[in-house]
């Protein structure tokens, strides 16, 4: 079985993060936590993003737990006399929050300023087949940061869904970061779907792997991430990773994000929260987080 051995990246910016080389603010959206650690790792990537993109005004917001709420934030800008932003999900699968949450939100917005035009950016994790390459980036960092020397097995660990289609893109993740480290990968869930990280461990090493390692397809640390770590340790893991929070690679994904949602406006009106809501009433379920 091969083994891995992770190299700490230099720390790199986007090409072309010119300062006043876009204006629009940009507001981050969490999921939001009662952890005030989850809170302090977004205002971290606000931060990041901030300095990668000297000039653009880029806020935090949370759609539970801790606040503003993205229409708050959104109303904010409109006072102030703004009449564009982006709306960056914080989010690692198109789940429920992003198909429901989030365009309620910006509908919200609008309902009371009716004037501002709000583009809605991608998820940061795939949409499509391909997996950005800035994701697996901070993903080995995050690793290489853990320090788990050499290994020959690796569990993804994300929060959890009951989306099928979501966890098929946590499962692409998955296969393009064990592509890329030459070891196999299982995916695991803190919640709402198997296996548990402990399970994903103990099939590893049931299946020969010596050393397993953890990395954490988290946002922000919180009660999720503790408790992944916990039982990976007591499985035998050799490293659990730390969550993303400001990365570099993650700066520069949500400016990745950010530009092509203004190449390709997608603006949020109450006839499409309509729909959506639709989807409450069925019981759709969607991404979960602490």
Request: hydrophobic share 50%; proline share 7%.
């Amino acid at each position: 079985m091969r083994t891995a051995r992770l190299t700490r990246p230099v720390r790199r910016f986007p090409a072309g993060a010119a300062a006043g080389a876009w204006a629009d603010p940009v507001v981050l959206v969490a999921h939001g936590s009662r952890d005030p650690r989850a809170a302090e790792a977004t205002r971290a990537l606000v931060r990041a993003v901030s300095a990668a993109r000297v000039g653009t005004p880029v806020s935090a917001s949370w759609l539970d737990h801790t606040e503003p709420a993205p229409a708050e934030a959104l109303r904010a800008l409109a006072a102030a006399g703004h009449r564009r932003a982006v709306l960056v999900p914080l989010l690692f699968t198109a789940a429920y929050h992003r198909r429901v949450d989030v365009p309620a939100a910006v509908a919200a917005a609008r309902e009371s300023a009716p004037s501002l035009t709000v583009r809605v950016a991608d998820v940061l994790g795939p949409t499509g087949d391909e997996v950005d390459p800035g994701l697996l980036a901070g993903l080995r960092r995050r690793l290489a940061e853990a320090d788990p020397g050499r290994f020959d097995a690796l569990v993804l660990a994300a929060a959890g869904t009951r989306d099928a289609r979501a966890r098929g893109s946590v499962g692409r993740v998955a296969a393009a970061l064990g592509a890329g480290l030459g070891v196999p990968v299982r995916v695991s869930y803190a919640s709402a779907a198997p296996p548990s990280v402990g399970a994903a461990v103990a099939r590893l090493r049931a299946d020969g792997a010596r050393r397993v390692a953890v990395a954490a397809y988290f946002l922000a640390p919180g009660l999720f991430h503790d408790a992944v770590a916990a039982q990976a340790r007591e499985a035998g893991a050799v490293a659990v990773s730390a969550p993303l929070t400001d990365a570099p690679e993650l700066a520069e994904l949500v400016l990745r994000r950010v530009d092509a949602a203004l190449g390709a406006p997608r603006v949020v009106t109450p006839a499409a929260v309509g729909g959506a809501g639709a989807g409450r009433a069925a019981g759709g379920a969607g991404h979960v987080a602490a």
